[in-house]
């Protein structure tokens, strides 16, 4: 099991458990307000929580976020602006080689920007940019908060295209957050609902 999560509770969520298998995917959906953000920030460790949260069997309890391995990406890209593609790669990275950023950018078809900054970058090039610094050093486990939302639909389901080839082939563990039901049922191997803090239905899309 590379996440098992047991009698969480924080903000809204109230004594909550989950696991989920090495490689899959499990969306979570559910209205605003129903503890879907508040699930991945205590995953991430950016807010306090009852219970316990292990990770590749390694407790992430008393860790920092910066301890825990596993990344987080919403629809801020944080991606630094005096930073070049590979600057930012390089912050993710420092010991990825000039040659092993650009293999990665050529996946997400975007190596000809590796030396632009952010400001010079569209929304889906940004996004993609920030899919990379990702990958760059991939994680255990991928919290996904609704990073798509703000796209056009066409680079939207290329971006999800993308992000299942590279998920597979870097075999990571990933929740995603999510309204659009297409979306889950393209990228997640299970869905799940929450409603005011309560897993309320479990099936596969």
């Not at 090495?22 to 969306?27: D, I, K, L, P, R």
């Not at 990344?71 to 790669?89: D, I, M, W």
């Not at 080689?97 to 650009?102: D, H, L, N």
């Not at 082939?169 to 191997?189: G, S």
């Amino acid at each position: 099991m590379m996440l098992k999560i047991e009698h969480l509770s924080a903000g809204i969520l109230r004594n909550i458990s989950l696991s989920v298998e090495a490689g899959e995917c499990v969306a979570i959906v559910g209205e605003s307000g129903s503890g879907k953000t508040t699930l991945l920030n205590a995953i991430a460790g950016y807010i306090d929580y009852a219970g316990t949260i292990r990770l590749a069997n390694q407790s992430l309890d008393n860790l920092a976020p910066w301890q825990r391995n596993c990344r987080y990406l919403n629809q801020r890209l944080y991606l630094f602006p005096h930073k070049t593609v590979s600057g930012n790669l390089a912050l993710a990275n420092p010991d990825a080689t000039f040659e092993a950023q650009t293999a990665l950018l050529e996946k997400l078809k975007i190596a000809h920007l590796i030396n632009r900054y952010s400001h010079q970058l569209s929304g889906g090039e940004q996004q993609r940019a920030a899919f990379a610094r990702v990958l760059i050093n991939p994680p255990n486990l991928l919290l996904l908060d609704e990073p798509f939302s703000s796209l056009d639909w066409q680079t939207r389901v290329h971006i999800w295209q993308m992000l299942n080839a590279l998920r597979q082939e870097y075999q990571m563990t990933t929740l995603l957050v999510t309204h659009e039901l297409k979306e889950a049922e393209y990228l997640a191997n299970r869905k799940i609902s929450l409603k005011q803090g309560q897993f309320i239905d479990k099936d596969t899309p």
